[in-house]
């Protein structure tokens, strides 16, 4: 496992400390959480748990509906 060392203005390092404490963990592990949500690789549970959610949403057909035909694709 590996160290990091941050240098943090005194503002920062209170919120860190508050946001960590709220979250009911150490500063370490709330940071290394920080960590691999910004560098994860695909969508949060949460957005993905969205899909569907919306029944009145309108489907991709009806979305292009006014938007008229593609233009014609040149072949590979």
């Known amino acids: 496992m590996s160290q990091l060392t941050l ?3 005194a503002e920062t ?6 946001a960590a404490k ?10 290394a959480g920080l ?3 910004k560098t994860a690789n ?5 957005v993905a748990q969205l899909a569907g959610a919306w029944a009145d949403f309108p489907t991709a057909e009806e979305i292009r509906a006014g938007l008229g035909e593609d233009a014609p694709r040149e072949p590979l």
Do not use: C, F, H, T
Request: glycine share 4%; proline share 4%; charged share 35%.
């Open 35 to 37: 960590i691999r949500e």
């Open 13 to 18: 390092e209170s919120r860190m400390k508050a």
């Open 22 to 31: 709220a979250s009911g963990v150490s500063l370490s592990r709330w940071v």
């Open 7 to 9: 240098y943090l203005d």
């Open 42 to 46: 695909r969508w949060p549970d949460s």
